[in-house]
């Protein structure tokens, strides 16, 4: 019991952060809580290994990624797929609440890989290691991948300034 003690403190202490990387990924509250609610059935099965790792959060971050890069292999997703339109266009950067929905509404339009590439590396500020590590992939295919998306990024909105260190 002292097992499942310690996963229930987990959660509790975890969830603003677990449903936040959630809603970075999918762009809605409701996926956000659906991919949440997996990861932590997932989670719960697999307590003592994850409670054994370096990191528990990291473990639980490719977890709840690895979920949500699956979901998009499932028939209704591929039937079903909501798509937001990027709002008009600002001269201003790219920051403050308009900011903010004009670039989540692009996001939707990048694949869910480069989305989850994104949401790792400048929302959790991961390194290409850790952001490689959480997906399975190489760190070439993380800057690659990161690439693209700014890309792309850059021609949905081409009136925002983005650039810095830590801005997509």
């Not at 290994?49 to 528990?56: C, E, G, P, V, Y």
Request: proline share 4%; glycine share 6%.
């Amino acid at each position: 019991m002292r097992s499942e003690q310690e996963y229930v403190e987990y959660v509790r202490a975890r969830m603003p952060w677990l449903r936040r990387l959630a809603y970075r990924l999918c762009g809605q509250w409701s996926a956000a809580d659906d991919l949440v609610q997996e990861c932590l059935v997932a989670l719960y099965r697999h307590w003592r290994k994850a409670s054994a790792a370096d990191s528990i959060d990291a473990y639980v971050r490719t977890m709840l990624v690895h979920a949500y890069l699956a979901e998009r292999e499932r028939f209704w997703n591929r039937r079903v797929r909501p798509v937001a339109d990027v709002v008009g266009p600002s001269t201003a950067p790219l920051a403050g609440a308009e900011g903010r929905v004009d670039l989540l509404a692009a996001l939707t339009k990048l694949s869910r890989g480069q989305r989850a590439v994104l949401v790792l590396r400048y929302w959790e500020d991961l390194d290409v290691a850790q952001t490689a590590a959480a997906l399975g992939c190489s760190t070439g295919t993380v800057k690659s991948q990161t690439s693209y998306a700014i890309a792309t990024l850059r021609r949905l909105l081409p009136n925002y300034v983005l650039g810095g260190s830590n801005t997509p």
